[in-house]
C-alpha cells in the first residue's frame, strides 16, 4: 500500500469516507482532490468538539466559553502564518476561500490602485476565480487586462511577461502557483523577481499549491496570497488573504460592520487593527478552529513528505497512461514539475461520459472545463477529464483507475 515516503495505511484510516461504498459494492476511489479534498476524523471531531462544548461568538464577550473560542480561532492564525513563514500573523486575514480572497484584493487594494490605460497582467492557466475579478477592475477603470500564454508543455511563456513589464503601465501581476488543470508548477520567485524589477505588485493564488507542497512567503517575496482549507483537509468555508502590512494599512475595507471597527459616530468611523479591519461581522469560527487540525494533520506527515508521495503517485499514474493508445495527456511530463493533477482526453469519448463510466466502479474524477475556460481554449478543447490525487491514493488505486479506462476504451471501441 505504501509509497517510500508515507504510511499510507494509517492516514485513511484517518478518514471515514473512505470505508464507504458507491455503486452499491465498489470501494471508493476518490481522485477529485483539486475540487476538494476529504476530511480526517481530527479535523470532524475538533467541529464538532466547539459546538459540544465551548460555542460562543468570539473576541467580545469575557465569558470562559468566548474565552477559549477566541483563543482557538486565534491560534489558527497564528498556525497559518507559521505554515507559510509569514512574517506577521496581522498579516493573515480570514475569508471564505481564495475565490472571495482574489475578490477582496481586486475591490479593496486594486480599485483604489487602478487607473485608465493601467495594465494588470494574468495567466491563460488561472482558474476563473484569478480572472473575472480583473475583467471587472480593468472594464470599470479603463484599463487593460492581459495574459501570459502557455506553452506545448503546459508551462508559462515569461518573454510575455517581459513585453508587458516594458510597457511601465503594469500594476498588478497575478497567478496561480500551481495550475488545477495541468498540474504545471509556476516558476514563481523568478516572475516575483521580474515583477519587483519595475514595480509591479504580485498577487500568487496558492489554491494549489498550499495543500501539496512546502510554501515559504518569504522567500517567494510577493505581495498577496489567497488559499482555501478545504482543498487541504480542511472545511468549506474558509480560507485566507495573505498580504504584507503596509498594503493591508493602506487599503480601504472590504465589508463594513462588526468587529472592523474602533470607534462608530453617527457619521465618521475607525477602523480597527489589523487583521480585524477585514474581518467584518462574526466569522466561520467552526471551521477556522477545523482548519487548525487539518493544518496540525499536514504538519505532522510533513509537507516535504506529503510532496515526494504525490510525485512518486503522478509518476507511476503517468507512466501507464503514456502508455495508452489514444490518449492524450496536458501539462508538462516531468513528474517533479508538476502537482498531482492529470488531465487527459482519451479517444473522443466525452470527458462527461468516461467520467460517468468510470463512476459506475467507484472511481471519483473530474471532467468539464475545470472553472478554466480560457485554458480549454487555448488548448484548443470543451472540456478534459482530470483526475487529482491526494496523501490517501494509492498505486493499487492508480491500477483501477487505469482498468476502468481500459474499460471504457472497449466500450468505445478505441
Ligand atoms: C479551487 C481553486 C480556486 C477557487 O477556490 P475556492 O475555494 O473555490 O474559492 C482558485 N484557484 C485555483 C487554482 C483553484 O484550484
Redo the contacts with the bound molecule.
Keep these: 500500500m505504501q509509497t517510500s515516503f508515507i504510511n499510507i495505511e494509517n492516514i485513511r484510516n484517518d478518514f471515514p469516507i473512505l470505508k464507504r461504498k458507491v455503486h452499491k459494492d465498489k470501494p471508493l476511489v476518490y481522485f477529485d482532490n483539486?475540487?476538494?479534498t476529504q476530511k480526517p476524523i481530527q479535523v470532524i471531531e475538533s467541529i464538532s468538539n466547539y459546538y459540544l462544548n465551548y460555542n460562543s461568538n468570539i473576541h467580545r464577550a469575557v465569558h470562559e466559553l468566548a474565552e477559549e473560542a477566541t483563543l482557538a480561532y486565534e491560534t489558527t492564525r497564528d498556525k497559518i502564518a507559521k505554515f507559510i513563514n509569514a512574517k506577521n500573523r496581522e498579516e493573515i486575514v480570514f475569508v471564505?476561500?481564495?475565490?472571495?480572497?482574489?475578490n477582496l484584493v481586486a475591490y479593496a487594494w486594486a480599485r483604489q490602485n487602478i487607473n485608465k490605460d493601467d495594465i494588470i497582467v494574468t495567466t491563460e492557466y488561472?482558474?476563473?476565480?484569478?480572472i473575472v475579478p480583473w475583467q471587472l477592475v480593468t472594464k470599470e477603470k479603463g484599463a487593460k487586462l492581459e495574459y501570459i500564454g502557455v506553452d506545448d508543455n503546459g508551462e508559462l511563456i515569461l518573454d510575455h511577461l517581459d513585453k508587458y513589464l516594458a510597457t511601465g503601465k503594469v500594476k498588478l501581476v497575478t497567478f496561480?502557483?500551481?495550475?488545477?488543470v495541468l498540474g504545471t508548477i509556476t516558476n514563481s520567485e523568478e516572475i516575483v523577481k521580474r515583477c519587483k524589477k519595475y514595480g509591479a505588485r504580485v498577487l500568487i493564488?496558492?489554491?494549489?499549491s498550499v495543500p501539496h507542497m512546502k510554501v515559504d512567503l518569504q522567500k517567494l517575496d510577493c505581495d498577496f496570497f489567497?488559499?482555501?482549507?478545504?482543498?487541504m483537509l480542511g472545511p468549506?468555508g474558509v480560507?485566507v488573504l495573505w498580504a504584507r502590512k503596509e498594503l493591508l494599512q493602506e487599503m480601504v475595507p472590504f465589508n463594513g460592520g462588526g468587529d472592523m471597527i474602533r470607534e462608530v459616530h453617527k457619521y465618521e468611523t475607525t477602523w480597527n487593527d489589523l487583521p480585524y479591519k477585514f474581518e467584518a461581522g462574526t466569522p466561520n469560527i467552526a471551521d477556522v478552529i477545523g482548519f487548525s487540525a487539518a493544518l496540525d494533520y499536514l504538519d505532522k506527515i510533513g509537507m516535504d513528505k506529503v510532496r515526494e508521495h504525490e510525485i512518486e503517485l503522478t509518476k507511476y499514474a503517468l507512466d501507464k497512461l503514456s502508455q495508452m493508445k489514444g490518449i492524450i495527456l496536458y501539462g508538462p511530463k516531468d513528474a517533479t514539475k508538476r502537482g498531482g493533477v492529470i488531465s487527459f482526453n482519451l479517444g473522443d469519448i466525452h470527458p462527461h461520459d468516461l467520467a460517468t463510466i468510470i463512476d459506475e466502479d467507484g472511481i471519483a474524477i473530474r471532467s468539464g472545463h475545470?472553472?478554466?475556460q480560457v485554458l480549454m481554449e487555448r488548448l484548443d478543447v470543451s472540456a478534459t477529464s482530470r483526475a487529482s490525487f491526494y496523501i490517501y491514493n494509492t498505486k493499487e488505486e492508480v491500477d483501477v483507475f487505469i482498468k476502468s479506462l481500459n474499460r471504457a476504451k472497449e466500450l468505445f471501441k478505441i
Excluded at 471564505?96 to 482574489?102: D, K, N
Excluded at 496561480?176 to 488545477?180: E, I, L, P, R, V
Excluded at 493564488?205 to 494549489?208: C, I, N, S, V
Aim: with cysteine.
Design positions: 483539486a475540487a476538494t471564505r476561500g481564495t475565490t472571495e480572497a482574489i488561472e482558474h476563473h476565480s484569478n496561480s502557483q500551481m495550475s488545477n493564488d496558492g489554491a494549489q489567497a488559499f482555501s482549507a478545504h482543498k468549506t480560507g475545470h472553472c478554466a
